[in-house]
């Protein structure tokens, strides 16, 4: 934006310090004036004998001739010295600013690393710079962020494009082969590609605050969860409990619910163990509300997790096993989105082991009457 070119901070301040001290001596040389030289006579002077008066009153014109000449050079001196004393004392009290706005021009040039750390006692210029060094450090780890999940993303999306293009050079070279499995193949391929798709933009939304506010009961977004996704729990042999009571809170039903999804779906596709021996395979899922707020937790059986993989859990494309993907366990970005959407509404997201193997993932909401 082209703006006019104007005085700098530190020249308005000077001359706003000039200003001041020139109107005080004003008022100083007024206040004599009204205080002193008013009350000098001004005829001619007065002798007399009282040894107590001192003899000589002086006339007021006289006074003046010999006051206001050394009343000007004051206020010439006050002049410089306001203009000098003005300029260094703004400049000292400025330069703050002036790393402030250095570290702001390095922040455009795309530095994020660097930081202030203006030192010295409280003030407004300290309190400014805080903000500031808060402000980049939450934007490196923003950026940083994003250029990971861009890079994973990319990955990501890059297999399923590099597998469609083999089977078309396959399919090519082999004009004889099979078309129907070549089909059914690239459907796969390709149904693939489009959940990562749409995952990727229900992650993007669910970034964007503020989200919509609305009365939401957990217990009947739990409910509508598990009745969608109770088919895919039968088919891989999943027994599905739920114990919900109406817990209230407050924000947008369709992430709540796509938050909802995304724990149960995580708990069916990786309730899984490592030998063929029949075992108990459940997800259990339960909502309530406490003094700590509204709670929807999704817990499952399997395999014993180590703390530092569930650590890593809601990064986008992390697994926690290296078990060959089948067509139900999506694209690595299901606790991602459920972590976005919880902050959004101002939660929390908690993943722990089961003593018995498997994992719990605790959502904590504000409950309604606390928002």
Known sequence: MTRKPGMSVRLKLTLSYTGFLLLAGVALLAAV????????????????????????????SAL?????????????VLLIVGLV?????????????????EAARL??????????????????FRELADAFDAMLGWLEAH????????ANASHELRT????????????????????????????????????????????????????????VDLSLVAEEATEALLPLAER???????DTTPTSTAGSHALLVQLATNLVHNAIVHNAWSDDQPRDRSVWVTTGVDDAGARLMVA??????????????????RRGSERIRTDDEGVGLGLAIVRSITDAHGGTLTLAPRPDGGMTATVLLPAAHDR
């Open 33 to 60: 004036w009204i205080y002193l030289l008013r009350y000098v006579p001004d005829r001619a002077m007065l002798v007399t004998d009282d040894p107590s008066i001192g003899g000589v009153f002086p006339i007021r």
């Open 64 to 76: 003046l001739r010999v006051f206001a000449p050394r009343a000007a050079a004051v206020m010439v």
């Open 85 to 101: 004393g003005g300029w260094v004392l703004a400049g000292r009290m400025l330069a703050p600013l002036d790393r402030i706005t």
């Open 107 to 124: 922040t455009i040039s795309g530095s994020l690393a660097h930081r202030i750390r203006l030192e010295g006692r409280d003030d407004e």
């Open 143 to 150: 950026v940083a962020e994003q250029q990971r999940f861009a």
């Open 160 to 215: 399923p494009l590099a597998i469609t293009q083999a089977l078309l050079e396959v399919a090519a070279q082999d004009p004889a082969r099979d078309s129907e499995q070549l089909v059914s193949r690239l459907q796969r391929v390709n149904a693939r590609a489009i959940d990562l798709s749409e995952a990727l933009l229900v992650l993007s939304r669910a970034n964007q605050r503020p989200v919509a506010s609305e009365p």
């Open 236 to 242: 891989r042999g999943v027994a599905l409990r739920s």
């Open 300 to 317: 499952n059986t399997g395999e014993h997790l180590a703390p530092e993989i569930i650590a890593t859990l809601t990064e986008p494309f």
